[in-house]
Structure formats: C-alpha cells, structure tokens
C-alpha cells in the first residue's frame, strides 16, 4: 500500500507535466499568429491614417500650379484665331470670365493672405487681358455667339475693376469678394456652354474649347479636395464642384458631336 501511494501521485505529476507540455506547444503555436496579426495591423494602421493627409497635401501642391496651366489652356485656340484671323463661332465669354474671375481670386488671396491662391491668379489675370486683347482683334463687333457685344463685355470689366477698388478702399470684408469670386468662376467653368445653341444645331462641338475644358476638370478636382479636406473654405468648394460638372457636360459634348462639321477657327 505505501509502495501505490508513492506510484500513483508520480503517475498523476506525469500527466501534468504532459498537460503543460500540449499546452505550451499549443500556445506556441498559437503565437506567431496573434503576432503577425498584431504587427500587421500596428503597421497598416499608421499607413492609412497616413495616406489621406498625404493625398491631400499633394493635391494642395498641385492645385496652384494646375491654376496656371488653366490660365495658359486657351494658348493653342488662341493662336489658331491668330492664324486664321478669324473667331468663327468661338465665343468671347470665356476669357472676359477668366479676366474677371483672376482679378477677383487676387483680390480674395492677398485679403486672405493666402498666396496659393493670389499668385497663380495673378498670372491668371495677365493672360486673360492677353487672350481678350487678341480675341477682341479679330472678333465681329456684334456676335450672338460671344455672346452680346465687345463693348458691353469690355464695360463689364472696367465696372468690375472700379467696383472692386471701391470695394477695398472701404475695407470690405473677404467673404463678400469671396463671394462675388464664385460667381465669376462659375460663369469662367460654364462660358465655354456659351456656343450651346451653336453644338446642338450645327451637330459639331468645335466651338468648346477642349484643352480648357480638360485642364479646367482637374484643376477642379484638386481645388476640391484642397478646399474640403485643408482649406475648409465654401467659396473654394462650391465653385470647383459646379466646375467640374460643367466640364464634364462639355467633356459629353464633345464625345457625342465631336468635330463634325468646319465652323470657324479648331478650338482643339
């Protein structure tokens, strides 16, 4: 009896010994897993919380640089009307816009003391009197396609120009020149729809400029992301968003009718 009672609590400190044994080895097993899980995500997790401030802040370093080869888009419309000396169907709205809406955004930048935004607007503004000098140059003086008259786009310009020196001689504040930039940059996107009427009864979409309308797109989607997620500005959202449905109704016009038919000066 003495000899069992020293047999069977050996036998029963085997069997733990067995048990922990299994388990450690389970459990080792069991680890590098929970592991690899556990690094995964600590790394991941950092990587997507990084992506997006990352793409952002690219966007932002590429909207203003993107604004000025929106400025410089019209250059090869502008030099076929220089060769042809002819504006066929063109119409004169864009760049009256482009003037308008640069001077406007200037303004808007140096009261907010952003130059991202007056600095490319500056330039802006530069070729925008330079497109307009040129169009002007060879432009009926009376064209329902520009559309009114060159006086009248003309006298739109020098009205806004002393409008706006009023404007910052008696301090007004920068959302209401903000403002009044949305308007302007909305009828900059939309004006190249000025020759609507002449798309749809001709079949041709000659008259939409095309390299304008494809840099005005991404020029849009930058100034989006950049006024949403850094800015924070509506008066950068709201424009850029109808901006980009704009181009993309002339992007359609331009897939549907393409260039059919010859009507004055290739704007592509």
Wanted: contains cysteine; proline residues 7%; charged residues 10%.
């Amino acid at each position: 009896g003495i000899i069992l009672l020293f047999i069977f609590p050996g036998k029963e400190i085997d069997k733990g010994r067995i048990n922990s044994a299994k388990t450690s080895k389970i459990q080792n097993m069991i680890m590098p897993s929970a592991m690899v899980s556990t690094t995964a995500a600590t790394i991941t997790a950092p990587f997507v919380r990084a992506s997006l401030p990352t793409f952002v802040e690219i966007c932002g370093q590429l909207a203003p640089p993107m604004s000025v080869l929106l400025s410089a888009a019209p250059l090869p419309t502008i030099r076929g009307i220089q060769q042809a000396q002819d504006v066929g169907s063109l119409p004169l709205l864009p760049y009256t816009c482009m003037a308008a809406s640069c001077t406007l955004w200037a303004v808007y930048g140096f009261l907010k003391k952003q130059s991202s935004i007056w600095a490319p607007n500056l330039i802006g503004l530069g070729l925008g009197l330079y497109y307009l000098r040129s169009f002007i140059r060879f432009s009926p003086p009376e064209s329902p396609t520009l559309p009114g008259t060159v006086q009248q786009h003309l006298s739109g310009l020098v009205a806004l120009g002393v409008a706006i020196l009023g404007a910052v001689l008696a301090s007004v504040k920068p959302a209401i020149v903000g403002q009044l930039a949305v308007l302007f940059c909305i009828a900059l996107f939309a004006s190249p729809l000025a020759s609507l009427q002449t798309v749809l009864r001709t079949k041709s979409a000659r008259s939409i400029p095309l390299p304008f309308t494809l840099v005005s797109l991404v020029n849009c989607f930058l100034w989006t992301v950049t006024g949403v997620l850094k800015l924070k500005d509506a008066n950068i959202i709201i424009p850029n968003v109808l901006g980009m449905a704009c181009g993309l109704a002339q992007v359609s016009l331009k897939l549907v009718y393409g260039n059919r038919e010859h009507i004055g000066v290739m704007a592509t």
